[in-house]
């Protein structure tokens, strides 16, 4: 849809940039084609490309289903419900959790130096990401002469391309090498290319990868284990990588690749790439009508926000970055964006940069709808098919149940089964809430076909394993679940020991509540499965209902237990606020109990790390509270974020800017059922902005503007035909736009106009 209105961004809104080359990982610069990707370091005398394929994976399937899981389901329940906690978790640590899982980690590629002669009287440096068009530029000048290099990671090409340039002929000389932590098994180096071909040790998969240089004047030579390029006018530096996870040979893949992107320009690569990206950055923008402080770094502006001055703007390329990362790290037919993305260095990064399946890859695509990039939520659901698949066997063997269960991570093996210790691996939800994004999908793009062939049967396979793991407690008489936790939350016994599991957990309660009201949604929509839908109906109504402590705050568990962590980063137990909407503002009490909920959790340390802060925003935008929303944004900012605007978990850990992304989008537009709520959470801190290409549930997609604090315009493109309410405060306007592709324009709500 084009925009009408909205407040332009100039070019300098939407750069990351420094003045000085990166010290660390954490000030390189990110770019990515959603399959190979590079972390900048801009150096003058060495420039570090880190370079990463996302199927570069060590580790393989093994089955590890703890054999004497099932036998024991019975006894962990009879413990839990008889207090027994401590005995219980003693039990399912040796029962329950699969031992001899072959380790697993992804890995990066390798480090693709450029080392420069000395150089004495360098000015004018500045290394920035335009987030624009998806290419990252270091420039610097060395007494009159101007150097410059271009990084982008092309989808359509399969490549990344580096471009050096100066401003005078015959002025770039550097050696160009490869190295990874370990060496590469094979490496051959001919007169201007590198080729690599290594197994990733002991298990994993084998990957290729190549470089080119094309070089204009001067010359290139191989000298021992290096490139050596001198006095060249300009440099293009092709680089290709592939892996044999998907079952293709690669270095077939990556030879292919090469000499696709070889015969063409630089310039036709370089605006085949924009293009491209643009197709997807350009649907949605945010925009603030704000003064500007994009001259200055980017790191000094969140120095400055540490020291309080304000800076709004940086929340709209915080924004553009989200979306950017997306766009950059999760493309169709790939691997969905792990805890890191796509970017990780070494060989074992944080929690092997793995698929966290009780909250942080969710966090992950919660963006992906909402702000306009719903193509890109692909790769997340195919692995959930490919998740469900390993699921049903782990569902038979671990609990001889029917359905799919997965618990709280897997990898790019698509494991299952669990492992650990029961404060974290104790949870069978995994799969129940990730199943929650092929509705959330349908919702948003309303194709049926999609439902039906797709998301049904995984959503289905979850809800029966949920159905039947479901027991009646005998004090309550209502269904619970477990043996379960509060994600890697712990609780203190009567007898003052820390422990983890219960029968009950109000999140598992939430989330297989969702989940049934999705399959129930979904199975009218299919006109199938009456009897499984009557059954989920029948199940529903004996669920565990959320409840309230007498403290006023949402029970955590169906028990009221001593917290040994009262800021504990999870805050499972309002996954009914949000991502479910279980908690509205149709039920006051229930509102005010999970603002009490937060409360208490920021008041004891809460949200500390960048996702559980991410989560917050959320939370605050769900309460209808833009400036609660605001405020944890900003300490977003300030606590959380990296210098080169990564989320700092710590360390590194890619969900918070996804999280944070979508928490703005929810403070401007929330949807449910058939009303679309406008600016519901706007802070008194932006009073006049715009965001365009925004999309709602039943598949429309909005420009909305507003200006000192009142909404000021809406143009709303109907994409399926869907009937809707609009509503903007008490004002509401029914949306009777009835064919696709129509498009309503009103302003300020007060009337239709036709622009
Ligand atoms: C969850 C969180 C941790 C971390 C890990 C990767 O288990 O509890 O904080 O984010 O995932």
């Known amino acids: 849809m084009t925009a009408l209105l909205g407040f332009s961004q100039t070019a300098a809104d939407t750069k990351i940039w420094f003045n000085h080359p990166a010290l660390n990982w954490n000030e390189a610069l990110p770019v990515g084609n959603g399959r190979i990707g590079a972390m900048i370091f801009g150096g003058i005398e060495r420039e570090r490309l880190q370079l990463n394929e996302q199927s570069i994976w060590s580790g393989n399937r093994n089955d590890f289903v703890n054999p004497a899981a099932a036998k024991s389901l019975a006894k962990i329940r009879a413990l839990l419900f008889s207090g027994h906690y401590k005995e219980a978790e003693r039990l399912a640590q040796q029962t329950m959790m699969g031992d001899k899982k072959i ?58 391309v580096c471009r050096l340039t100066a401003s005078k002929p015959a002025s770039i000389s550097f050696d160009l090498s490869i190295a990874r932590p370990g060496n590469f098994q094979n490496v051959l180096y001919t007169d201007s290319e590198i080729e690599i071909y290594h197994k990733v040790q002991p298990e994993g998969v084998t990957f290729a990868a190549k470089i080119k240089l094309v070089v204009e004047g001067g010359a290139v030579e191989k000298v021992g284990t290096v490139l050596r390029v001198n006095d060249a006018n300009s440099v293009t530096v092709v680089i290709t990588a592939a892996t044999n996870y998907f079952g293709v040979d690669p270095n077939i893949v990556t030879r292919n690749q090469q000499s696709v992107a070889q015969s063409k320009t630089f310039d036709e ?14 649907a949605c923008r945010f925009s603030l009508d704000v003064p500007s402080r994009s001259s200055y770094p980017t790191d000094a502006r969140l120095l400055a926000l540490k020291d309080g001055l304000s800076d709004e703007k940086l929340f709209e390329l915080y924004f553009n970055f989200g979306r950017y990362l997306l766009i950059s790290s999760s493309r169709a037919g790939g691997l969905p964006a792990n805890l890191q993305g ?54 038979k063997s671990m609990y001889g149940l029917p359905g799919s269960v997965a618990h709280f991570t897997s990898d790019a093996w698509h494991f299952t089964e669990t492992y650990g210790h029961p404060q974290w691996a104790m949870w069978p939800m995994g799969l129940a809430w990730s199943v929650r994004h092929f509705w959330e999908h349908y919702q948003y793009a309303g194709d049926e076909k999609f439902l039906r062939e797709k998301a049904y049967p995984v959503m289905k396979d979850a809800a029966t394993f949920c159905a039947s793991w479901l027991v009646k407690d005998p004090e309550s008489k209502k269904l619970v679940s477990g043996p379960s936790i509060s994600p890697e939350n712990t609780i203190k016994t009567k007898q003052g020991e820390v422990a983890t599991m219960v029968m009950g957990p109000t999140m598992d309660h939430m989330i297989i509540r969702d989940l049934f009201s999705n399959v129930i949604a979904a199975s009218l929509v299919l006109k199938a499965d009456e009897n499984f839908r009557k059954q989920l109906q029948g199940k529903l109504a004996l669920l565990t209902p959320t409840a309230i402590g007498d403290d006023g705050r949402i029970m955590e568990w169906s028990k009221i237990f001593e917290e040994p962590e009262p800021g504990h980063r999870h805050i499972s137990h309002l996954y009914g606020l949000h991502p479910a909407n279980q908690i509205t503002s149709k039920d006051t009490a229930l509102m005010k109990a999970a603002r009490a909920t937060i409360d208490y959790r920021l008041a004891h340390g809460g949200g500390h790390t960048g996702w559980s802060k991410a989560w917050i925003i959320n939370f605050f935008a769900r309460l209808l509270d833009g400036n609660a929303a605001h405020q944890n944004l900003t300490s977003l900012l300030e606590k959380s974020t990296l210098p080169n605007l990564f989320d700092n978990h710590p360390p590194f850990q890619i969900d918070g800017n996804f999280g944070a992304t979508a928490g703005i989008a929810e403070m401007l537009l929330q949807s449910h059922g058939d009303e679309i709520v406008l600016l519901p959470a706007l802070p008194t801190a932006w009073p006049t902005g715009s965001i365009n290409g925004v999309c709602a549930r039943g598949g429309f997609e909005l420009n909305v503007s507003w200006k000192d604090g009142k909404l000021d315009f809406v143009e709303v493109l109907t994409k399926l035909g869907k009937r809707a309410t609009l509503r903007y405060g008490s004002t509401t306007y029914l949306l009777d736009a009835t064919t696709p592709g129509q498009q309503l324009y009103l302003d300020g709500m007060l009337k239709p106009s036709h622009k």
């Open 342 to 395: 796509l970017w990780a260095d070494g060989l074992n990064p944080p929690w092997d940069a793995d698929y966290h399946i009780n909250i942080n890859i969710q966090m992950n695509y919660w963006p992906a709808e909402v702000t306009n990039l719903s193509s890109l939520h692909e790769p997340f659901l195919n692995y959930l098919t490919a998740l469900n698949t390993d699921g049903k066997k782990t569902a």
């Open 269 to 282: 690569l370089k605006a085949r790439h924009v293009s491209d990206y643009q197709t997807y950055f350009n």
């Open 103 to 160: 380790h697993s980690s992804y890995q990066m590629l390798g480090d693709l130096v450029l080392e420069f002669p000395k150089q004495n009287d360098v000015h004018s440096y500045r290394r920035d990401l335009d987030l624009g068009t998806a290419v990252a530029s270091v420039s610097y000048g060395v007494k009159d002469i101007y150097y410059r290099r271009e990084v982008f990671s092309s989808a359509p090409d399969e490549a990344i």
